[in-house]
């Protein structure tokens, strides 16, 4: 299976996924988009707990794995404990979201990685991390983005 790579960005008023190869120089990328005019996007944490609930509650999917920028290992142990115990009853979304947010309030940024898996069968993980990279399977990486685009778009 192949997956893609893009960059969140700002251009000319909407949020936009660039696809970017990873194989390729990063930062040479990150300049040329700039001398483009395009912004990059940030997905604060407080984004990620809006865009965690959302998925759970509007699109039959499941966050397996949160990592964070400090390295709280009791923390995130008990918090992938929460994952599990989501994955077998939503209603510990609420609860997940009530103990991410202390993290949240660490940093603008406490929340490095969100991994997240769908339902449907056929369908790839993916993740989002808080400098706007995301990572999606190639079948899936249009609506995976454009979603998450929207979805950063009324955030902000």
Known sequence: MTFIKGKLYFVNGNIVCLPYDDQADYSAF???????????????SEI?????AYIYSEKNRKVYEI??????????????????????????????????????????????KVHIKDNLEGFADYYVQ?????????AHFLSVTKELCDFVKKCL
């Not at 009791?74 to 918090?79: D, K, L, R, V």
């Open 130 to 138: 808080a400098n706007g990279i995301v990572c999606a399977d190639e």
């Open 48 to 52: 990620m707990l809006d865009y965690i």
């Open 67 to 112: 990592d964070f920028m400090d390295e709280d290992r009791e923390g995130a142990e008990e918090i992938n404990e929460m994952l599990l115990k989501i994955n077998g009853d939503p209603s510990y979304v609420r609860l997940l979201i009530e103990k991410l947010i202390p993290h949240v309030a660490k940093s603008s940024i406490g929340i490095k």
């Open 30 to 44: 990150l300049k040329t988009s700039a001398a483009n005019g395009h912004r990059q996007v940030i997905v604060t």
